[in-house]
């Protein structure tokens, strides 16, 4: 439903049970907390042969709960063509409004008015000291001092810490830490000016990096620095030919 700027929209329509219109559906968008108030009003044919005529209309919530149903089985003012009722307090979202005919041979025209009416900013109110605590009975203390006239407070107990003393621990020399090695295969060889370049298939992403030192396995002049590298994959130039390093087919990479 569309809303002006009174937050206020209309609809108007008709239904026919025999002509398979039996239920109309409206969508409310909420942006804020607010009330939602709803007229509803229904004009059955003059010949209608329902005695017992009644327009059903009810508003599901975003989870398509019932918040308010208003029919022949449920709900006031059954059989009234006019029904109106307000939806307090319901949080942002977006929500159902059905309008529908419950006996078969029934057929109606109605109008249909919304208002929403956003609820007041709660931000910066307090309910204090409403959710604090009472404070539980305390023991009661006597007026004067019922401490006995003999009693004396034992003596603290007095530790003695013996230490000795002996050289002083040796310092460690720090361990460099251990060089790591990196495998990859090599997934594209072209020629370039100066040699071969290869293109090793690990990246930023897996530990490579360009500077990084590397060798062709098996290959004696097999040994490089990458250049470049992505985050999947990087380039080297290597000193051989394309046959020896497709015969080679993988690469050791050391920082």
Not at 164 to 178: A, H, L, N, R
Not at 208 to 218: D, E, S
């Amino acid at each position: 439903m569309k809303f002006d700027d009174q937050l206020t929209s209309k609809a108007k329509g008709d239904l026919s049970y025999p002509d398979m219109r039996r239920a109309a559906w409206y969508d409310i968008e909420l942006t804020q907390q607010s009330e939602i108030d709803v007229f509803l009003e229904a004009s059955p044919p003059g010949d209608a042969v329902n005695e017992n005529f009644d327009l059903g209309i009810e508003v599901l919530d975003p989870g398509f709960r019932k918040l308010v149903r208003k029919d022949l089985e449920e709900g006031d003012q059954q059989g009234d063509e006019k029904k109106n009722f307000e939806i307090k307090d319901q949080p942002p979202g977006h929500y159902w409004l059905h309008v529908y005919l419950q006996s078969r041979m029934d057929t109606a025209e109605y109008s249909l008015k919304v208002t929403i009416k956003p609820s007041p900013p709660t931000v910066g109110k307090s309910d204090f000291p409403a959710q604090v605590a009472f404070v539980p009975q305390l023991p009661m203390v006597p007026i004067s001092d019922d401490t006995p006239k003999n009693y004396k407070p034992p003596a603290p107990a007095v530790v003695v810490k013996h230490t000795t003393k002996g050289p002083p621990p040796k310092k460690e020399e720090p361990k460099p830490p251990p060089t790591t090695t990196l495998s990859a295969r090599i997934i594209g060889v072209s020629v370039v000016a100066g040699g071969t370049q290869i293109t090793v298939g690990r990246g930023t992403s897996s530990g490579a990096a360009a500077g990084m030192k590397g060798k062709i396995t098996g290959l004696p002049n097999g040994s490089f620095t990458l250049a470049t590298c992505t985050e999947r994959a990087c380039t080297a130039t290597v000193a051989a030919t394309t046959d020896q390093i497709k015969g080679a087919g993988s690469v050791v990479l050391t920082p």
